[in-house]
């Protein structure tokens, strides 16, 4: 039915959003790191995953299994080497995000210029399980049902992970409060760089994800982190499920707009109902209260 | 005002009367690479009239250029060019006081993604409205505006800006966006409107960019959202002001200058390579200048006033 | 970036020889400066890298290899190529242009990439006096454009130009059983948006019903809605005025959704060689814009020679048109030099032959081209119009999606 047909589109299109900024909740929620190199790493990933395919006949499921790994060392190193001594210096958190968005600034331009080097600015595109699959009377692609039900499966698994583990609330504890989180004992670097390099795990699955139906080049990075930013930022600094949900909302509200107001303004109903939850709860769906 | 208080306008003027007859002697490259160094001194203090003080981060600076650029676009050929000019701005003013008041509640990086989300919404809408109802996305601009006229435009403006920034932060409206600056809520308790000052200083700045907006349109030839809206320009306005030091009044001039400096170096030399040196050359900046240039000259006084007979004031 | 650099003995010879030689004459000996605003990284460059980029340095590379470009009298200079990257950004392509004429000095230029590009540089073009072929400039307004600026040729013809050819080839399967239904697909951008409004007409004249026209914002790359719209339709024909990623995105999704309609056409991108890499055989029947002559032995040559020197192939639209541009380039100053005002005033007069044929400028204007293309095993070959010469009849009607 038509209806059903619009609104899992959404849906999925949504879980796509939702993986793709799930990574940055992590690094800006927990560590406080405003990372505008974000979307670089997602299309490192998606390129690293292009390569196994196209040259070695690696499925991109398994290059998740190197992607991530990979992804999650090199961020970790980056948060050691490279924030740690903005988070030393910086005087107020104010001051840490000021610094670490010219950091980051400078870092996007390194990723996206060794991304340029190796594989020049031509598009890049391949095809993997792009299979029709019938779902509940609609066809969906295989390939993007995949991503978007992962990005549910990981924002459970990591929701659970960050409630219920020890590592997880302590997590939470220098997520909310990097202060007085060694106050309890908590060794805040060293949690800080594991959640930093948690979610370059997380953006090098997405990149890993979407690399299967999307076409991507190495200039494209800063769509994804501008996207990213948005979901992030609608659901609540700090809060994974709030991406998912923020994610979703955006998808189906996209979907929504093109089977019944005008696909022209996808994009812009988009925007404007980021703004409109912006208006109505100033720090987003599931935020805390401003600091 | 005493005879020191003039000594800031005086200098600024003065410099605008070194660097005005450059189009008379300089080359045309040259005279490119300087509009580039103005529109972004231009767009970059302006920012900092607002952005600094208050320490709300605002991405929308594409948003209020597009706007003027489009306003010339559309204007360019209907009115004297003399009008559109004063039309932009007047336009800049009363979006950005809907903004300005649109986001009271925000802070912090909802703020900052809020002006971005903002300035990509006006984006779309305007590729949607004039897909459908202007039968056109980009919009010719052959406006006959040379490169030495575009030059003392934004000469103009940089001197218009900066007076003003130097007029604001020495009124009642500069000591309260200070104190908004430091702590909201205890400015609002001090008696300050805190609403009135944002928003005022908010759409002070706003006008500056929407006005450089239609200065630059001409040179482009053609315009359409994606040119005109660029969130590149709001980035890079963002970080050459913090660059240089958002706190002082001349301090995004010295963020614009040797960055667009070293952009061009860069650019000329190295090509092929340019994103990956631009990135360290970044990164050698926020590791070794912490405090912005501002800072630095900062430092530099400290050392000096210490080296000589009493300390200097600390720096803000 | 200088990719040659001048022997010293050329450089001294140059001196001496510029010391004698008439004052609007630059150095007899020496290579040929030539400078380009490129899109190397931003939006453009996907474009770009495969159209531009790639033709410009076969060109060079093959000229140089023969000894340099050939000037009247037969003496040959090898070609510098002075290069930056303008980033997507109208602003740096001014400037760029600005420090190839005023601090490079280069002797001639070459356009950039892209509508909004070419339009940014044209007037500094004009200033210097320097020939503008532009080979990748498509818009509805460009005759009066060429007018203000006559230094500008330009290799591709108008929008609706290339619509009124889709159309005429449509019309003629009108008694192969083509049925009468359009859905309409574009890409909110000045392109698309001038394809559909020439299409609507173009429809209209043909006697076609629309069915569906809908829009998408530049880079959605979830067409999704469009596609499942189109698919419940069931329309006659299909046509997408889209750009690479939407291009790609659209093919897929249509073969999820089972849209099977007897034309599918998508716009840019579809002539792309990573086309056919993705979707391989199911590229068949496959309509689009642009298309060669396949069977041309001279663009088989290019081809080869473009795959063998820079590694990949070339797109079967623009680069070919790109490529020619250069031709024309190289024919013009065999015969009058490195004066840019001769050059102008030759190519404005004369033919020219070129690896699409003989290329003769109306009014600044390239008027014969091939405008629809179809990928028949594994190539993409000229459909229409017809009366070029060098075209297939189509595969009508398209097979149909396999399910995997």
């Known amino acids: 039915m038509f209806l059903v047909d619009v609104i899992l589109s959404g849906l999925i299109l949504g879980g796509i959003y939702a993986l793709i900024a799930m990574g940055l909740s992590l690094q800006y929620g927990v560590a406080r790191i405003m990372n505008l190199a974000y979307g670089e790493f997602t299309i490192a990933a998606s390129f690293l995953a292009y390569v196994m395919f196209t040259v070695a006949g690696v499925s991109p499921i398994l290059a998740l299994a190197v992607a991530m790994p990979a992804s999650f060392a090199l961020n970790w190193a980056i948060y050691r080497v490279l924030m740690t001594p903005l988070v030393k210096r910086a005087k107020s958190p104010g001051a840490l995000e000021v610094d670490s968005i010219l950091a980051t600034f400078g870092l996007l331009f390194v990723v996206q210029g060794i991304l340029l080097m190796i594989f020049g600015g031509s598009y890049v595109s391949y095809s993997y399980l792009a299979v029709p699959v019938q779902i509940i009377g609609s066809t969906v692609a295989l390939n993007r049902l995949l991503a978007a039900g992962l990005a549910v499966a990981i924002a459970l698994a990591l929701t659970l992970f960050l409630m219920r583990t020890r590592i997880g609330t302590a997590i939470r504890a220098v997520s909310v409060n990097p202060a007085a989180a060694p106050l309890v004992g908590i060794d805040t670097t060293a949690y800080a760089a594991f959640a930093f390099g948690l979610g370059g795990a997380l953006v090098a699955a997405s990149g890993v994800l979407v690399s299967m139906f999307f076409t991507f080049n190495a200039a494209m990075g800063v769509v994804f982190t501008m996207k990213a930013l948005i979901v992030v930022i609608m659901g609540g600094v700090g809060n994974i499920f709030g991406a998912l949900i923020a994610g979703l909302i955006l998808g189906l509200a996209e979907s929504l707009t093109a089977a019944f107001l005008d696909g022209g303004l996808t994009l812009a109903v988009n925007f404007a109902l980021f703004l409109a939850i912006l208006l109505i709860r100033p720090t987003g769906l599931f935020g805390k209260a401003a600091r | ?316 | 970036m200088r990719i040659t650099h001048p022997s010293r003995r050329a450089v001294v010879g140059g001196i001496a020889a510029a010391a004698l030689a008439a004052p609007q004459v630059r150095a007899q000996a020496g290579p040929v400066k030539i400078g380009f605003s490129i899109s190397k990284t931003g939006p453009n460059a996907g474009g770009a890298n495969v159209t531009t980029l790639p033709n410009y340095q076969l060109w060079l590379k093959e000229t140089n290899d023969a000894g340099g470009l050939k000037l009247p009298g037969g003496q040959r200079r090898p070609i510098e190529f002075v290069e930056y990257d303008d980033r997507s950004q109208s602003e740096e392509a001014v400037r760029n242009i600005e420090r190839l004429v005023n601090q490079d000095k280069v002797d001639l230029l070459l356009p950039p990439w892209g509508t909004a590009m070419n339009l940014a540089v044209a007037p500094s073009f004009n200033r210097g006096g320097f020939p503008h072929l532009a080979s990748t400039f498509f818009v509805e307004r460009q005759p009066e454009l060429v007018k203000r600026w006559n230094n500008m040729f330009l290799f591709l013809d108008r929008p609706s130009t290339a619509i009124t050819a889709l159309t005429d080839l449509l019309a003629t399967l009108k008694d192969k059983g083509l049925g009468n239904t359009v859905a309409l697909a574009s890409v909110q951008d000045q392109f698309g948006l001038e394809l559909v409004s020439a299409a609507r007409a173009g429809i209209a004249r043909a006697g076609f019903q629309i069915v569906m026209d809908r829009q998408y914002p530049p880079g959605t790359q979830d067409l999704a809605p469009i596609v499942s719209e189109a698919a419940r339709l069931k329309p006659d024909m299909f046509l997408a005025f889209s750009y690479p990623p939407d291009t790609l995105a659209l093919t897929e999704q249509a073969r999820i959704a089972g849209l099977n309609p007897k034309v599918f056409y998508t716009a840019v991108g579809t002539a792309f060689p990573l086309y056919k890499q993705r979707f391989g055989a199911n590229a068949e029947g496959v309509m689009g814009i642009g298309g060669v002559d396949v069977t041309n032995p001279r663009i088989k040559d290019y081809i080869e020679r473009h795959n063998r020197i820079v590694g990949r192939e070339p797109d079967r639209w623009a680069s070919t048109t790109t490529y020619s541009t250069l031709q024309v380039l190289t024919q013009a100053i065999e015969r009058v030099g490195i004066d840019k005002a001769a050059l102008v005033r030759d190519i404005a007069a004369n033919s020219f032959d070129t690896i699409l044929g003989p290329i003769k400028f109306v009014d600044n204007q390239r008027v014969d081209q091939w405008w629809v293309g179809q990928w028949q095993q594994g190539e993409f070959v000229a459909l229409a119009p017809t009366k070029v010469g060098g075209t297939k009849a189509p595969i009508f009607p398209k097979p149909a999606w396999p399910t995997a």
């Open chain 2, 1 to 316: 005002m005493t005879a020191k208080d003039w000594i800031v306008p005086l200098a600024i003027l003065a410099a605008a009367v070194v660097l005005a007859p450059l189009p008379l002697v300089a080359g045309s490259y040259w005279m490119a690479l300087l509009v580039n160094v103005l529109m972004y001194a231009v767009l970059a203090t302006a920012w900092a009239l607002f952005s600094g003080p208050t320490h709300y981060v605002s991405l929308a600076t594409a948003a209020f250029f597009g706007l003027g650029a489009y306003t010339m676009a559309f204007l360019g050929e209907k009115l004297p060019l003399a009008l559109v000019y004063p039309v932009a701005a007047l336009i800049g003013a009363v979006i950005a006081t809907i903004v300005g008041l649109s986001t009271l509640r925000l802070s912090g990086v909802y703020f900052v993604i809020f002006t971005f989300g903002l300035a990509e919404l006006v984006r779309q809408v305007v590729t949607w409205a004039e897909a459908k109802y202007g039968g056109t996305v980009g919009r010719f601009v052959f406006i006959d505006v040379t490169q030495q006229g575009i030059y003392w435009m934004l000469l103009g403006m940089l001197v218009l800006v900066l007076l003003t920034g130097f007029l604001v932060q020495r009124s009642r409206l500069g000591w309260a966006l200070k104190a908004i600056g430091e702590d909201e809520t205890v400015a609002r308790h001090a008696g300050i409107d805190t609403t009135v000052s944002k928003v005022a200083v908010f759409v002070i700045s706003a006008t500056f960019m929407t006005v450089v907006g239609a200065i630059m349109a001409p040179r482009w030839t053609y315009i359409d959202p994606s040119i005109a809206f660029n969130p590149i320009i709001s980035f890079q306005v963002l970080i050459m002001a913090l660059l240089g030091g958002a706190a002082r009044l001349y301090g995004p001039i010295l963020g614009v200058v040797p960055l667009a400096i070293l952009f061009e170096i860069l650019q000329a030399n190295f090509p092929n390579s340019f994103s990956i040196l631009l990135g360290l050359a970044f990164l050698v900046i926020v590791y070794f200048v912490p405090s912005g240039i501002v800072g630095l000259i900062d430092q530099g006084r400290d050392v000096l006033g210490r080296a000589g007979r009493r300390r200097a004031h600390p720096a803000e």
